[in-house]
Nanobody, 124 residues
Framework: QLQLVESGGGSVQAGGSLRLSCAAS????????IGWFRQAPGKEREGVAA????????SYADSVKGRFTISRDNAKNTVYLQMNSLKPEDTAMYYC?????????????????WGQGTQVTVSS
């Protein structure tokens, strides 16, 4: 049984928008830190945004502040990533991940439960 399932990726032109969804199981959602991460070919995985599902506290990477918004729907155990003003450099595989306790919210090494990813491609 998959614990985290991402969806919503696709191909858009620069300036466009996409909304990614991360559907979690009850166990991987409640009282957890859920983060969005991305990995472009040949590059390391990097944190984009993260939130604590029981408090709503949020953290963003500087590269996406003002363009991306992370949100949650507790009734659906789902975390969203609204991506606006997309740039070609946002092209990557996007993953969500869950963890009970983290210190560095956007550090991939802090998270041990991962989804399979959804591809986002932004053309110029």
């Amino acid at each position: 049984q998959l614990q985290l399932v991402e969806s919503g990726g696709g191909s858009v032109q620069a300036g466009g928008s996409l909304r990614l969804s991360c559907a979690a199981s009850e166990y991987t959602y409640r009282k957890k830190f859920i983060g969005w991460f991305r990995q472009a070919p040949g590059k390391e995985r990097e944190g984009v945004a993260a939130m604590y599902t029981s408090g709503g506290t949020i953290s963003y990477a500087d590269s996406v502040k003002g363009r991306f918004t992370i949100s949650r729907d507790n009734a659906k155990n789902t975390v969203y990533l609204q991506m606006n003003s997309l740039k070609p450099e946002d092209t990557a595989m996007y993953y969500c991940a869950s963890e009970s306790t983290v210190i560095a919210w956007l550090a991939p090494y802090e998270y041990h439960t991962w989804g399979q990813g959804t591809q986002v491609t932004v053309s110029s």
